[in-house]
């Protein structure tokens, strides 16, 4: 039998780690802790926890909290250590970081069939099947190992995303369909503000709240994914003639001109979901909240997804991995973890958790399993799968990736989202016992 290297213990490497040793298997786990540590990283125990100690709401009815569901069902063990040192934190799920770093580590470090080992892997093993979990800090020679096998065009070393909102939050009785100068298929979503509205957007835009960087983060500012603040503080017009140039725009609610008008991408092909045209922003996501409902048809935007801008290692998914987070070129080698292009803890634990389930099976020769759009995980690599491969963007749970359920009550629809979901996962941990 092939043995099994996952490489990288943070969140996604110990889950997935920790499934395949609680089934039975032997697993050989790196990481390079012990011997150096990552900017980002300030202790050696695993699964640390560097930002936020929140993993988001655990209300049945959000996306979040269905996403806990069915990775509990599925028998995540880092949850199960989650919900052992919660903190409290109204309806999130929130953790003393310490303790569950701790927990995740001993629970590791008294395994059989764990074996740690401190180093930095530099190659893959042709005799192994090997799941990659280094996060988006990989080390250099990870990046060199994976350029060589996939090709250096599919890996992003900048993450640069603009906000992605809920289309059903968004004021259609203020925003509209149009291209510019009436040419084209009228793809984008323009919201559009007159003077006074403009300059009161861009007054709090230059005097928002940023996120303060990391040192290994702060670099020169390329032209080609400027943050919108930075461009704006260049003057008022800076943007004006950037991304919310008006030119060539009509508003159909109103007989002036626009003055600025701010442009949304479709991001999924349902439409649920948008994105705000060249918004890649260091705004904190309060701020973001705050000042981007201050354009006209966003005054009650969702944001599904907050802009970032920082330096992060990802793989272009839709391009580089098969539907299982396989690399296309090489199906021993799995891909789990930030690294992949998922966004937040859960998802990190998730694609760690989804990773070792078919190692499993490609071990046992059996097929693979995958979960339909009708769950939350797997709406989420039906997103990564068919995402745009000339623009790929991380991705996190929201209710925007699943198969669009018909309900105009949001409450309703969304008890339909996680009943829907539920018995999906239910109907096939039945069928895998049987």
Request: charged share 25%; net charge neutral; hydrophobic share 40%.
């Given at each position: 039998?092939?043995?099994?290297?996952?490489?990288?213990?943070?969140?996604?490497?110990?889950?997935?780690?920790?499934?395949l040793?609680?089934?039975?298997?032997?697993?050989?786990?790196?990481?390079?802790?012990?011997?150096?540590?990552?900017?980002?990283?300030?202790?050696e125990?695993?699964?640390?926890?560097?930002?936020s100690?929140?993993?988001?709401?655990?209300d049945?009815?959000?996306?979040?909290?269905?996403?806990?569901?069915?990775?509990?069902?599925?028998?995540?063990?880092?949850?199960?250590?989650?919900?052992?040192?919660?903190?409290?934190?109204?309806?999130?799920?929130?953790?003393?970081?310490?303790?569950?770093?701790?927990?995740?580590?001993?629970?590791?470090?008294?395994?059989?069939?764990?074996?740690?080992?401190?180093?930095?892997?530099?190659?893959?093993?042709?005799?192994?099947?090997?799941?990659?979990?280094?996060?988006?800090?990989?080390?250099?020679?990870?990046c060199?190992?994976?350029?060589?096998?996939?090709?250096?065009?599919?890996?992003?070393?900048y993450?640069?995303?603009?906000?992605i909102?809920?289309?059903?939050?968004?004021?259609?009785?203020?925003?509209?369909?149009?291209?510019?100068?009436?040419?084209?298929?009228?793809?984008?979503?323009?919201?559009?503000?007159?003077?006074?509205?403009?300059?009161r957007?861009y007054?709090?835009?230059?005097?928002?709240?940023?996120?303060?960087?990391?040192?290994?983060?702060?670099?020169?500012?390329?032209?080609?994914?400027?943050?919108?603040?930075?461009?704006?503080?260049?003057?008022t017009?800076?943007?004006?003639?950037?991304?919310?140039?008006?030119?060539?725009?009509?508003?159909?609610?109103?007989?002036n001109?626009?003055?600025?008008?701010?442009?949304?991408?479709?991001?999924?092909n349902?439409?649920?979901?948008?994105?705000?045209?060249?918004?890649?922003?260091?705004?904190?996501?309060?701020?973001?909240?705050?000042?981007?409902?201050?354009?006209?048809?966003?005054?009650?935007?969702?944001?599904?997804?907050?802009?970032?801008?920082?330096?992060?290692?990802?793989?272009?998914?839709?391009?580089?991995l098969?539907?299982?987070?396989?690399?296309?070129?090489?199906?021993?080698?799995?891909?789990?973890?930030q690294?992949?292009?998922?966004?937040?803890?859960?998802?990190?634990i998730?694609?760690?958790?989804?990773?070792?389930?078919?190692?499993?099976?490609?071990?046992?020769?059996?097929?693979?399993?995958?979960?339909?759009?009708?769950?939350?995980?797997?709406?989420?690599?039906?997103?990564?799968?068919?995402?745009?491969?000339?623009?790929?963007?991380?991705?996190n749970?929201?209710?925007?990736?699943?198969?669009?359920?018909?309900?105009?009550?949001?409450?309703?629809?969304?008890?339909?989202?996680?009943?829907?979901?539920i018995?999906?996962?239910?109907?096939?941990?039945?069928?895998?016992?049987?």
């Amino acid at each position: 039998m092939l043995e099994i290297n996952v490489v990288g213990a943070g969140l996604a490497g110990s889950e997935c780690a920790l499934y395949l040793a609680n089934h039975g298997y032997k697993v050989n786990l790196y990481d390079i802790k012990g011997e150096s540590l990552t900017p980002a990283h300030h202790s050696e125990n695993y699964a640390e926890i560097v930002c936020s100690n929140s993993l988001k709401s655990d209300d049945d009815t959000t996306a979040s909290g269905v996403f806990k569901r069915e990775l509990t069902l599925l028998g995540s063990n880092l949850l199960k250590v989650a919900y052992s040192c919660r903190v409290p934190a109204g309806q999130a799920l929130a953790v003393d970081r310490e303790a569950f770093s701790n927990i995740v580590t001993e629970l590791i470090k008294t395994n059989k069939n764990i074996i740690t080992y401190v180093k930095e892997v530099e190659d893959f093993n042709p005799n192994a099947i090997t799941v990659i979990a280094t996060g988006p800090l990989t080390t250099s020679k990870m990046c060199q190992a994976l350029k060589k096998k996939i090709g250096e065009d599919f890996l992003y070393f900048y993450d640069a995303a603009s906000p992605i909102i809920n289309a059903e939050s968004i004021d259609m009785t203020k925003a509209f369909f149009a291209s510019r100068y009436d040419k084209g298929d009228a793809d984008y979503l323009n919201c559009a503000m007159d003077k006074d509205e403009y300059l009161r957007f861009y007054n709090e835009l230059i005097n928002a709240k940023t996120v303060e960087l990391h040192e290994f983060e702060k670099k020169n500012i390329f032209e080609s994914c400027m943050p919108i603040e930075i461009m704006a503080k260049r003057g008022t017009d800076a943007i004006r003639f950037g991304p919310l140039k008006p030119v060539g725009i009509k508003n159909p609610h109103k007989e002036n001109r626009p003055y600025a008008v701010v442009q949304l991408r479709k991001e999924n092909n349902y439409a649920t979901m948008y994105n705000m045209v060249g918004f890649q922003t260091n705004l904190t996501f309060p701020e973001q909240r705050r000042v981007f409902r201050l354009i006209p048809g966003l005054e009650n935007a969702e944001f599904l997804r907050y802009g970032v801008m920082h330096t992060n290692h990802y793989i272009n998914y839709p391009r580089a991995l098969d539907k299982y987070s396989r690399l296309k070129v090489d199906n021993n080698i799995y891909i789990a973890g930030q690294l992949s292009g998922v966004e937040g803890y859960v998802e990190s634990i998730a694609s760690g958790l989804y990773c070792a389930i078919n190692v499993i099976r490609q071990i046992e020769g059996k097929e693979l399993l995958s979960f339909s759009a009708d769950t939350i995980i797997g709406g989420l690599y039906n997103y990564l799968v068919n995402a745009n491969t000339d623009n790929f963007q991380p991705i996190n749970a929201n209710f925007g990736i699943l198969n669009p359920i018909k309900e105009r009550d949001k409450v309703k629809r969304n008890v339909m989202y996680r009943d829907r979901a539920i018995n999906e996962i239910k109907t096939i941990l039945k069928e895998l016992k049987e």
